[in-house]
């Protein structure tokens, strides 16, 4: 089989064909689950490599690594992976945080462990297949797929709470799913006679049914929009919204993550906050933006009034909390805020920063639970009002603690700066008053940190059960690691990654507003950076 | 036409005649064979003999006894339903009547009987054709309710189901009268063209529709005429309430499709909205109700009321999406819904009646297997992908989508999400709770065929479900 042909197929399905193999294992021989499942995410992640090595980043607006085949025929449905920059970003930070949360499962997961990695594996094929999907149908088949390991992670190894927070998840989220089925329905049938009407569109994709997303893209321009009424467009834009704004999650859909998070192990946090939430701005990105253009347009008060909400109402949340999960839970929500801020700019300052600020929060609020995790297990409580002083016997551990916290608030040199700067610049050139909000929230943000900081690492340690914590061992290390390199890699020579996201992110802003570059100086800033 | 006999008509309903002389073996038999399990195996080699003799109509257009009756892929679509769902439901029955000790031969034959009656009910292009089916299957089933008969719920079931059934039978009785008055034919064809030369709002075409309609909803049981089935199927045997609930739905849809589509088509624009009326009622009720059971053969119930209230989205939409919709999803939910009965009958032993959710407690420690594959038939039944209640649930959106029947999409669509909820407290059950001294399976040769069958397809059609499509079209194109 040749690898490069087929590697997005390989990438996506390797977790899957690793899981399968693990249902045959003893489930009594622990070691051996434990060691395999570490294998296959590292080796995941080591395949998923060549896509970075062999991505075309010149053509980077084009799908690469494409295959197709056909799948059910007379649904027009077919098996169609590619990538293009977007989601070329956001394969790689799967198959990144994969392993990180497999490793971090290792001392924390005694129960049930053979099951407990089946459906880590099975969650990270799931997520993959989202990102290189270009299949509507297959797209929503993996979908919901991840829905059933996620609820299974949380209800099975969650905690005190975790049957309510697991059906919470499953309900919100499905709500959402269904209703984007809908309006996924709604496009495949306007599709034929779209074509018909418009010949150029019927030479590219046929004239029959089709799930093809590329065909969806095509079709933008032509979707019949009225403005002041609600119309097709904003129909399915109205739809999709449920979608993906339940899994963001956007402010007012934003109840179900506080729950989840706490209550999920710390692996199912790390790629609930980590991926899983990219997959409802991916879904923003990919489908709502360039395939309903015009409803785009015509929601960006509504979409920017629930960010600025969500940015400032997850801070000032956030910062009332005692639990240190709950207090990052809604930190979430914050920087979500931002990514969606960012991205209804709708100018390639704001998109850039956008997804580039996805990577960050998958990369901090991914660490920092991680952080939490650690704490957790060796105190089996995360009240902030039972630590304190912990620098002083956990020194690594505060060293990491602060780089991530630095990461999160978004500190010059680090990634997080990278992205909320770039936002704030997007925001900005489109309306000074929705930088002004951002910027509150960036204030927020490191008030909220930074005195979590203070109250768990800092002044005397006083609860003596703090007084002989060990510090960071091996394993922890090497789950903290990648991270703290990415954060400094994105933070010092964010260029390759703007590179993979430069063009994708021009061929959005032009389905969006097909006469943006002729208004060339405002696309300055974008080449100073470069 | 001509004759109203000939001699070739025999041809016609080979699969019928097969079931009822094997039937009528099988009661005879019963006599002299003490073993009758035995009964049970003669009895699916009746039903596959008969799925031969079908199989060899397939391609055959044809109408007998002067156009009564008639040959088609839909009719043999709906056959193949029928027989698959009486032999896997007597696959599940053959050591769960010893369990209940009541394992007796005319068991099996009745199911025969049923099974037959279904068959004419799916091929009858007239009224009384269609009425003498039906009256076949539901006499046949009023008994294998009342099954148990030291039982005292199941002869409550069997006596409440036959009363309401009864009573819905001569509902039906009266619209089937008036349309005999309106068009002096019991035939379905005449019955659309005198309906057509009608207005629209005549009261006398509207009275025939609306009291032939309410009793086909009893037959599906659409809200409001659904009380009858929690009782029915939580008393019934459960082998039977599988039955009941794949083979005896799919028939009352097989009827249903041919007069609504049919013989009443004329008069569409005014049932569309009494159905779609009792279709959003239907899931609803049917939804909610079962969030409160705890009892799981009455949450099965209640699902199973909500999963007619889906399928009538398919003639709703009344297209050619909707109508393939209308089959596989009965199709799928044939598999999948037996595949879950095939589970809650392994729980019944000697000494637990295993019909409350905490009997279900921690299976998966004790029967890994029977959970997992449980999770995956609930999981079909809620319409998660890759399963093939997903296809079925695709299907029907998209029929109402195309249709521009998006309210009703719409609110199809959220109480596809509600179920979910209530499919997750198996779930939780037997996955997420300590086992108890009750959880526990027993196995048979029997259940864990039906068990095989099920999951194959369940996954098959998730996974593939082109050349089932494929049947469902050719069965719905060639069919109208």
Redo the contacts between chains.
Sequence with gaps: MDFRANILTIVTFFPLAGMIVLLFFNKENKTLIKWWANIIGVVGFLISIPLWLWFDFDRADQFQFVQRVP?????GAEYHVGIDGISLLLVMLTTLLGPLAILSSWSAIEDRVKEYYAFLLMLQAGMLGVFVSLDFFMF??FW??M??PM??LI??WGGAR??YAA?KF??YT??G???L??GI??L??TYPTMAAAHPELAQQFGTGYTFNIEAFHAMGQFLPFSAGVMDFQK?VFLAFFVGFAIKVPMFPFHTWLPDAHVEAPTAGSVILAGVLLKMGTYGFLRFSLPILPEATKAFVPLMVTLSIIAIVYGALVAMMQPDMKKLVAYSSVSHMGFVMLGMFALNPNGLNGSIIQQINHGISTGALFLIVGIIYERRHTREISQFGGLSSVMPKYATVFLIMTMSSIGLPLLNGFIGEFTIMQGAFQKNIWWAVAGGAGIVLGAAYMLWLYQRTMFGKLENPANAKLPDLNLREWATLVPLIIMAFWIGLYPAPFFRALDKPVIKLVLKVYPDYLQGAPRLEAQGERK | MGQFFRIQDLGAIAPELELVIMGMVLLIADLLIKDKKKLGVFAIIGLGLSGVLLYRLTGIETSAYGGVLVVDQFANFFKLIFLLGAALSIALSLKYLDIERENHGEYYALILFATMGMMFMAGAVDLVTLYIGLETMAIATYVLVGFLRSNQRSNEASLKYFLLGAFSSGILLYGMSLLYGIAGSTKFIDIAEALSRRPLTDPISLMAMITLAAGMFFKIAGVPFHQWVPDAYEGAPTSITAFMSVAVKAASFAMMVRVFMVAIYPLRPQWIPIMAAVSIMTMTVGNIAAITQSNVKRLLAYSSISHAGYILLGIIAGNETGMIAVGIYLLVYTFTNLGAWAVIVALRRRDVIGEHIDEMSGLFFKNPVAAVLMLIFL?SLAG???TAG?IGK?YL??AA??TGH?TL??IA??N???S??FY?RIV?AM??REPTEKTGLVYSPGLLTVLAVAIIFTMVIGL???PF??LA?QAVILGF
Aim: glycine share 2%; net charge neutral; no cysteine.
């Design positions: 799948w059910i025929q007379s649904l929503y088949v919901e797929v829905l059933v609820y299974f209800g099975v975790k049957l059906i499953f309900l499905l709500v799913s269904v209703l089925l809908l329905l709604a495949y049938f129909w | 999981l998660i992908p890759p997903f695709y959106f998209a989508i195309q998006n999409a719409v669509v959220l596809a999400a509600i979910i909820y997750l939780v996955f997420m593939y479900p082109d499509i494929t079209r």
